[in-house]
Every structure is written in structure tokens, then in C-alpha cells.
């Protein structure tokens, strides 16, 4: 895998977790790009020490534009495509080949991890939620996404080169969506499993589900 994949995490104030995802990351061949978006803590320097490539925003400028950051390195480096993946340990690093694997059994841009489907870990509102945004986005887009926010996903970079992405915060999911799709990607989904251990959510609800929707009209205006 070494060479061929980058995983991307956007972190912020991510210490307890960063140095064990960056580890597990890189112990499946994949390269590391860390984007410290602004971190109080000691993000950077544990990333760093575990080999990660880090790059640091001096203010915090929220998930989507750490992910771009992120994107824009890796399409510079060439890789063939890009994993993203949550730095507050959410995911576990052992389940990337898993997304690699169906995505070129497929021939998908795009191949996003279902939390749904072991939907017992998930807190209930941010299941029922995430089921709501998630049969929105599969009606638009007319392709079946089981878990639509969630943030542990392989793009090709033929899929990323192509998309100019706008997005700074949590709408960033959506917008790389809706535009693999408007774009006829195929969008595929793999079960993978969640790690919940009470970490804080950086998620603002009414802000975010603004955004959501300020995404979904932008994608019916562009359609018409």
C-alpha cells in the first residue's frame, strides 16, 4: 500500500488519541498527513513523533478546511487516492484496507464507512440524525448512502482532482458527496465499526445542520 494511499486526519486538541491513529495508520503501509487545525494541546508534536507528516493551521479553521489542506497536499504528492479519517480515534486504522479493497473491487470514486450498521455504539440522537441527513443525500443524489456524515472514507484522486471544494466545517461530508456524484461517481459503502469513549463532539448542532441544508440547496440550484 505504501506509496499508493495517504491517510489525511484533521485534528484538533486530539492528544489523547492522535499518537495511537497515526501509529495504526502507518502499520498499514499507508503514508500520514496530520492537519493540526489550530490544536491548544500537544497534537502536533505527538503526530510528529509517531511520523506523521504534520501540518499546522495557526487558528482554527474547522474539519472541512483542515480536510482541504489535507487534499491539496496529497493531489501535490501524487497519491493514488486519499483515506480520511477522524482524530478523535472514532475509527480504527485496522479497517483501511477494508475501504481500499472494495473500492477497487468496484471501481468506485468513492467508498464511505457505514457506522450504521452496528448502530448500537452510536449515541441515539446522532443515529437518528445521521439516518435523516442520510435518506436526504441518497434521494438526490440516487444512490443509496448508508451513512452519509461519516468522515471515514477513501477518494480516488481522479474523483478529488475534480471537485472544488468550498466547505470549512462539518458540511464538507455533504459537499464531497453531492459532488461525486453530480460528477457520476459511483459511491459505495462498507460496514466498519465505531469507537465511542465519551469523547466531546465538535459538532454544533443547529450551525451544522444549517450548513447541511445550505449544501442541499446549492446542489438543487446547480441541477435545475
Known sequence: MSGRYCVV??????????????????????????????????????????GALVISHLKNQGKGSALRTGFEHAL??????????????????????????????????????????????????RWWTNRLMSAIISALIRQR???????FRLIRRELLGQLTLRANRFDIETELLLGAAARRWK???VPIRSIYQGERSHIWPLRDALLFTVQVLRHLVRRR
Do not use: W
Open 145 to 151: 448512502i448508508q451513512d452519509s456524515q461519516c468522515g
Open 187 to 189: 459511491i459505495i459503502s
Open 76 to 125: 501535490r504528492a501524487a497519491y493514488e487516492g486519499v483515506i480520511t479519517m477522524d482524530g478523535d480515534g472514532q475509527h480504527d486504522p485496522a479497517e483501511i484496507p477494508q475501504l481500499i479493497r472494495a473500492g477497487e473491487v468496484q471501481h468506485a470514486g468513492m467508498v464511505i464507512g457505514d457506522r450504521l450498521a452496528n448502530g448500537a455504539a452510536m449515541p441515539v440522537v
Open 9 to 50: 486526519i484533521p485534528a484538533f486538541d486530539a492528544a489523547k488519541t492522535i499518537g495511537s491513529l497515526v501509529r495504526g495508520a502507518k502499520s498499514q503501509g499507508a503514508e500520514v498527513i496530520v492537519v493540526d487545525d489550530g490544536s491548544r494541546d500537544q497534537t502536533a508534536s505527538l503526530a510528529s513523533a509517531e
